[in-house]
């Protein structure tokens, strides 16, 4: 007897050895049981998923000699011939070599007439949207209001195809691809029941080739047997197949979360023997990661889907949840450029390159050296920025506001009254008027009562502070900028343990930390500091950014910047203070507020609104912050 391929021989005969499309079956088995049955049946779905297979299946049970029911005797002679595709009523039609209108009416003219030896007359139409328009025309009638002995059962991979006037004349169901490990349990049982030696790895790698369907991984599964000698080896199948290992691209994406960029390109020069395809070994990365970022949401779910689902769940807990995100866009703007690349493995090394350089915070991946060092350069040490001496107008000095202000000690006002000889002159310039304390060039780092370390800038400032002549009002009346308006607030605590608390929105920007524990600190308010203990508050809505690792990262961070050992603790209660994120918004107001003003007395714009009746567009002032 000549061989009959897997794919035949192993055709399911009952719903009962279909795999899976469980939510197809039950809707059939309950309507046939119960008699509940429809003229027209529409099965969509891509190929080898059971459409035709479930037509002829329904064919049986709607035939059958012992009568109608979900599992037909199949020894009758009608499930016999319609098994053997010789039943003279089962009308079995391609579309795809009848699609003329003439072929159409042809079919239908024998419609009226009762079935010759069966139950039902059955019209079977494969690919029934490769008929022609008016083929669907010819067919609307008959469809709608067919004889009772009439059966009509399409199968089509392309429903949208289809006229809206057929599907609303048919039952419609579609059949969903088979994943992989459906497919390797299906092969499993064929190839222990045909008694041919398997290993599990080289059915995984059937499943996937197969991309959903069953037809496709038995036809697979005979080209390999053949290939491999009547057996099934990994080795063999993914020679067939031309793919590599999976446990690459595993092993690639534990290298990347180590930062090690030596073990990254070895591993992609061990893959580059087998002469991969990129393009696919790029897919399998963001597929995989894909699966880390769900296990990382979802610990509970075990995804075994493809075999590697404990190393799944391993590369889940030793990467972070933002690192996953940017591999995974990475990799896809990748997949997008690859195909530019004359190279197919430099391209694909420069993506996870991109993966490793780029990640939060800045730091070199192991095996690298930062580009400064790289050039033989020693790192610049950071230059402490020299507090600006505030430029005070004409006006001010000509009316004695300078003179009266409390900023100016002794040798300011005799530098205000050398200003008001050269502003004598209507082509003078605004002078920068310096207190004494501002005349000096530098002064040293200073500590401050609790410790904390204040740059040379900031030490200049304290120090005017300290003088006692200063105050918020006064200076935001002059000009001065914001931050040491907010620095004379912080000052008003002086001796109070909590003053690093009101300096919090200024901290935040220099702990050099990014992302989602960026935004943590910009909503968390400091409420207390005992030692290096700090106490911050959160407000409920922002739960979603506080977990373990972001609270490490800002410690850490908080710890480099202050230089000794801290620790924190994040409550979930409304703030008592504000945060920098508050901070920022009423800046931003303050400056929107004043850009408006400045901007509504310009001489050049208030002209132009009486001549031309113009009105500023509050919406288009952008304050310079």
Not at 67 to 77: I, L
Not at 191 to 203: D, G, Q, R, T, V
Not at 472 to 493: R, W
Not at 540 to 552: F, K, M, P, T, Y
Request: aromatic share 6%; net charge negative.
């Amino acid at each position: 007897m000549a061989y009959q391929v897997l794919a035949r021989k192993w055709r399911p005969k009952t719903f009962g050895e279909m795999v899976g499309q469980e939510h197809v079956l039950k809707t059939l088995i309950n309507a046939l049981d119960h008699d509940r049955l429809h003229h027209a049946y529409l099965f969509t779905g891509t190929r080898g998923v059971g459409k035709t297979t479930i037509a002829r299946i329904l064919s049986k049970c709607l035939n059958c000699e012992v009568g109608v029911s979900s599992a037909p005797c199949g020894k009758c002679g009608a499930c016999k011939e319609i098994d053997e595709g010789r039943f003279v009523d089962l009308i079995e039609v391609d579309a795809a070599s009848r699609t003329k209108v003439e072929d159409t009416r042809e079919l239908l003219e024998n419609v009226q007439y009762a079935p010759t030896r069966g139950r039902y007359k059955v019209y079977l139409i494969d690919e029934v949207h490769m008929l022609s328009t008016h083929s669907f025309n010819a067919l609307l009638k008959t469809l709608e209001e067919p004889p009772p002995h009439v059966k009509f059962l399409f199968a089509t991979t392309d429903p949208q195809k289809l006229p809206a006037t057929i599907l609303s004349r048919c039952l419609q169901f579609s059949l969903k691809n088979m994943p992989p490990q459906r497919i390797v349990e299906h092969l499993t049982h064929i190839l222990s029941e045909e008694m041919i030696e398997f290993e599990e790895a080289s059915l995984w790698e059937i499943g996937r080739a197969a991309d959903g369907s069953v037809r496709d991984a038995m036809s697979l599964a005979d080209q390999a047997i053949a290939f491999g000698n009547g057996c099934l080896t990994t080795v063999d199948v993914r020679s067939m197949l031309g793919t590599i290992d999976r446990t690459y691209v595993l092993q690639l994406i534990e290298a990347i979360a180590q930062g090690n960029v030596e073990q990254t390109l070895e591993v992609v020069d061990k893959a580059s023997q087998f002469s991969p395809d990129y393009m696919g070994m790029l897919g399998e990365l963001v597929a995989t990661l894909h699966r880390i970022a769900v296990k990382q949401a979802l610990p509970q779910v075990m995804d075994n889907s493809l075999g590697d689902g404990e190393i799944v769940a391993q590369l889940a807990q030793q990467m972070t949840a933002e690192d996953v995100q940017l591999y995974y866009q990475t990799a896809l703007v990748g997949r997008k450029d690859l195909p530019l690349n004359p190279d197919g493995k430099a391209g694909f090394e420069m993506v996870l390159l991109r993966m490793l350089l780029f990640k939060p915070g800045g730091n070199a991946p192991k095996g690298t050296k930062s580009s400064q060092s790289a050039m033989g350069q020693p790192e610049p040490k950071r230059q402490t920025p020299i507090a600006t001496p505030p430029l005070v107008s004409k006006n001010e000095v000509l009316n004695n506001e300078v003179l009266n202000n409390e900023v100016l000690n002794g040798a300011g006002r005799e530098q205000v009254l050398q200003a008001r000889v050269q502003l004598s002159s209507p082509s003078s310039q605004p002078v920068a008027i310096q207190s004494s304390a501002m005349q000096q060039d530098r002064l040293p780092p200073m500590q401050r009562d609790d410790g904390v370390m204040l740059s040379a800038a900031s030490a200049l400032e304290i120090k005017e502070v300290d003088s006692g002549n200063l105050d918020s009002k006064k200076i935001e009346d002059k000009g001065f900028d914001d931050n040491v308006v907010d620095l004379v607030q912080v000052k008003k605590n002086v001796g109070d343990s909590t003053a690093v608390e009101d300096e919090w929105f200024q901290l935040v920007p220099k702990l050099g930390i990014a992302g989602n524990t960026l935004n943590m600190a910009r909503n968390c308010s400091m409420e207390s500091r005992k030692d290096n203990h700090f106490v911050f508050a959160l407000e409920g809505c922002h739960e979603a950014l506080v977990n373990s690792d972001r609270i490490q990262r800002l410690q850490d961070a908080m710890a480099a910047y202050f230089k000794v050992a801290v620790t924190l603790t994040i409550d979930m209660v409304t703030p008592t203070k504000k945060t920098p994120d508050q901070w920022a918004e009423e800046s931003r107001i303050k400056k929107l507020k004043n850009a408006t003003a400045i901007l509504h007395e310009d001489p050049v714009v208030q002209p132009l609104q009486r001549r031309f009746q113009a009105v500023i567009d509050p919406e288009s002032i952008t304050p310079k912050l």
